[in-house]
């Protein structure tokens, strides 16, 4: 789709959502994931999306998908990039270069509960994106900061949010 499709249809979206704003609310599709063997989990989605997971032999596995957290740094890079997108799009900038890469630093204590003290949490995450376009350098930068401020993936994890644990025996 072209740079001038995706505007006209954020725009269409954009009135609609401002006259109902009610619609702007949603319940996302679940991903769902399923023991396959050892460490490696099978995941689906509503309209057959799949994806696997795994954990490296060092944590053993038999590191034959990505870590689940490759997953969250990879749906974080996707979504800063696709958010910065949809705003040039919006914008009329052209760009020539988008590039986000997202890392971060684990210990692994607290995924294995070795001490008490230690998160489980993946820290230090740190984005980068390498961007050119048809603009000063000062907008690409300020079209930067309105994607990172703006992408739900990485609102989410930079965010406290509410979360909650249902569970079910069988």
């Not at 009610?22 to 989990?41: I, M, W």
């Not at 910065?84 to 684990?106: C, H, N, P, Y």
């Not at 994607?147 to 994890?157: F, I, K, Q, R, Y």
Request: glycine fraction near 10%.
């Amino acid at each position: 789709m072209s740079s001038a499709s995706i505007r006209e249809t954020l725009d269409s979206l954009s009135a609609k959502l401002a006259g109902d704003p009610a619609k702007a609310r949603v319940k996302n599709a679940a991903a769902t994931a399923r023991l396959a063997a050892g460490l490696r989990c099978e995941v689906s989605g509503p309209k057959d999306e799949r994806a696997a997971t795994d954990m490296p032999p060092a944590m053993g596995g038999q590191g034959t998908a990505p870590n689940p957290g490759w997953y969250l740094r990879a749906g974080m890079a996707a979504c800063t990039a696709t958010t910065i997108a949809m705003r040039a799009a919006k914008l009329g900038i052209a760009l020539d270069t988008l590039e986000v890469s997202v890392e971060s630093e684990s210990d692994s204590r607290g995924l294995l509960g070795i001490d008490a003290g230690v998160s489980a949490a993946l820290g230090n995450v740190r984005t980068r994106v390498k961007i050119g376009g048809k603009a000063e350098p000062q907008a690409l930068r300020e079209l930067v900061e309105w994607g990172d401020a703006h992408s739900p993936v990485g609102c989410t994890v930079s965010k406290a949010i509410a979360c909650s644990l249902e569970i079910e025996t069988t």
